[in-house]
């Protein structure tokens, strides 16, 4: 990459920590412990995207380079006296490990970090090659497991199919119902879906809370301005918000509260909303230390940091112009952004969707119009039923 292209050179980091700022150490590490999937998603940022470096890594992690990520973690807890983090095994998709192999990698992590520091391990799937005895296993190992799955069985097998196009919606129904099973409850992480503007946000919703799930996310499809996305996003999410805020005993959708949360003062728990300082790296299955690989919807090479888990630290990432600027807050955004009224609560929106070929991330989502749409509806039902309940008190 040329100097011009890099989205970087504004940020000078030693005038930052000389000026006392300090980051966020890592609370969470995706580790992309298999890089090829058994699925041909239509809209997969890995695979489909601008980035196709998965096609230079192995197709497996080497147990020496997980060893070596399992390693650097626990120095990365004792250096920052951690009390909790948390480990997601990726992909790809990481069942084709095998949930045997899933469980001793997590045995493994879990040794090289000292007390006392909580690991959470958790599995990101796109629930195929879950069954009874996998399952079985991954609840020996304490291993949380969230699933893929994309609304009402027509919408989700429009876009989660296998490499022979065939929808995966049965499949991946058995397998919640598994989930949901006593047994293997108490390892069922939640549900990802991923947007489609064009599909009944209330039937989405409806159709994951049905699989009773301990929480939902959404997910705004990866776009950025050189690769704008489809329009309608932020309706979409007004009606699947309603739908939620409507339900009396609504599941936990973090998106949703996020919004919710920091309309009230309060901090996101979404990496897609707010300012809060993001924790979270990236171990590839070569070992390459990375940005989120959201990013890999950008250009090529846009999650790269140079590091590499056998040879740097996990601190030296913490120093990398691209992982500050996901830590600073305000000072990341630009001109527009700052001087928006809803700047609080949308914080420029996912960092990669702000990319704009020539200019960088220091730009408004491409989703901007989206944001402002859904943060307005979810302030105004807030504040109005925020309202009443401060009159109610009155009379």
């Given at each position: 990459m040329t100097s011009a292209a890099w989205p970087y050179d504004d940020l000078d980091v030693a005038a930052l920590l000389a000026g006392g700022w300090r980051p966020t150490p890592f609370h969470e590490v995706i580790v992309k412990v298999h890089q090829r999937c058994n699925l041909a998603c239509s809209y997969c940022y890995v695979y489909t995207h601008a980035d196709q470096t998965w096609r230079d890594r192995p197709a497996v992690m080497p147990a020496e380079v997980f060893t070596a990520t399992a390693q650097s973690l626990g120095r990365h807890v004792r250096a920052h006296d951690l009390r909790q983090v948390r480990v997601v095994l990726h992909g790809g998709e990481p069942m084709l490990l095998g949930a045997a192999r899933l469980g001793r990698l997590a045995a493994e992590l879990r040794a090289a970090v000292p007390a006392p520091c909580e690991v959470r391990v958790g599995l990101q799937t796109n629930g195929v090659l879950l069954g009874e005895a996998a399952l079985r296993e991954l609840r020996r190992h304490d291993i949380t497991v969230a699933v893929s799955v994309d609304g009402v069985a027509e919408d989700h097998d429009r876009h989660r199919v296998t490499h022979a196009g065939r929808g995966t919606f049965g499949a991946v129904s058995r397998a919640l119902a598994l989930l949901a099973r006593p047994e293997f409850r108490g390892g069922f992480g939640g549900l990802l879906c991923t947007v489609a503007p064009d599909t009944d946000p209330v039937?989405?919703?409806?159709?994951?809370?049905?699989?009773?799930?301990?929480?939902?996310?959404?997910?705004?499809?990866?776009?950025?301005?050189?690769?704008?996305?489809?329009?309608?996003?932020?309706?979409?999410?007004?009606?699947?918000?309603?739908?939620?805020?409507?339900?009396?005993?609504?599941?936990?959708?973090?998106?949703?509260?996020?919004?919710?949360?920091?309309?009230?003062?309060?901090?996101?728990?979404?990496?897609?909303?707010?300012?809060?300082?993001?924790?979270?790296?990236?171990?590839?299955?070569?070992?390459?230390?990375?940005?989120?690989?959201?990013?890999?919807?950008?250009?090529?090479?846009?999650?790269?940091?140079?590091?590499?888990?056998?040879?740097?630290?996990?601190?030296?990432?913490?120093?990398?112009?691209?992982?500050?600027?996901?830590?600073?807050?305000?000072a990341a955004l630009g001109e527009e952004c700052t001087a928006c009224p809803v700047r609080l609560v949308c914080g420029g929106g996912h960092y990669a969707h702000r990319y704009r070929p020539g200019t960088g991330f220091r730009n408004p989502s491409v989703y901007c119009a989206d944001l402002r749409l859904f943060i307005a509806h979810v302030r105004g039902r807030v504040l109005a039923d925020a309202r009443a309940l401060v009159g109610a008190v009155h009379r």
């Open positions: 039937a989405c919703y409806q159709r994951l809370r049905a699989f009773d799930p301990p929480a939902i996310d959404f997910l705004l499809p990866h776009a950025n301005w050189g690769a704008p996305p489809d329009p309608g996003a932020g309706a979409w999410l007004v009606g699947a918000f309603d739908a939620w805020y409507d339900d009396p005993d609504p599941v936990p959708v973090r998106l949703f509260e996020s919004v919710v949360d920091l309309t009230l003062g309060g901090a996101s728990r979404s990496e897609q909303i707010g300012l809060s300082p993001a924790a979270l790296v990236v171990i590839e299955s070569d070992g390459a230390i990375e940005q989120i690989d959201a990013l890999k919807s950008a250009y090529p090479g846009a999650c790269a940091t140079g590091l590499h888990v056998e040879r740097d630290e996990l601190d030296a990432a913490l120093a990398h112009p691209g992982v500050v600027a996901r830590q600073l807050g305000l």
